[in-house]
């Protein structure tokens, strides 16, 4: 069975950094491909960053692109979202996302993915 658990968020001020850990199991990471999404206050759940599966590939939306980081550990077993220089904006429930078999080239489409996390709230103040 696979499941996917997010941690790492908080409260920080604006400027800030945070890093988000998705842990997985029943599955081995760098088989899947992998994304971060995030959902805003009124806001439609929207993709951050995302890997091709084993790393291969690393897309950013424009929003985050210079200020995040996606990575993996495929010994942890377990997929990280570094964020620098944390704005308002970014304050939002963040979801980590899998998908098994063949990875599209549309890596931040949530109908991409067929496993979703619970996800972590991250709120930046100013």
């Known amino acids: 069975q696979v499941q996917l658990v997010e941690s790492g968020g908080g409260s920080v001020q604006a400027g800030g950094s945070l890093r988000l850990s998705c842990a997985a199991s029943g599955y081995s990471i760098s088989t899947f491909c992998m994304g971060w999404f995030r959902q805003g206050p009124g806001k439609e759940r929207e993709g951050v960053a995302a890997?091709?599966?084993?790393?291969?590939?690393?897309v950013y939306d424009d929003s985050v692109k210079g200020r995040f980081t996606v990575s993996q550990d495929n010994v942890k077993n377990t997929m990280y979202l570094e964020m620098n220089s944390l704005k308002p904006e970014d304050t939002a429930m963040y979801y980590c996302a899998a998908r098994s078999g063949a990875c599209p080239w549309w890596l931040l489409r949530q109908s991409t993915y067929n496993y979703w996390g619970q996800g972590t709230q991250v709120t930046v103040s100013s």
């Open positions: 890997m091709g599966a084993g790393g291969t590939r690393t």
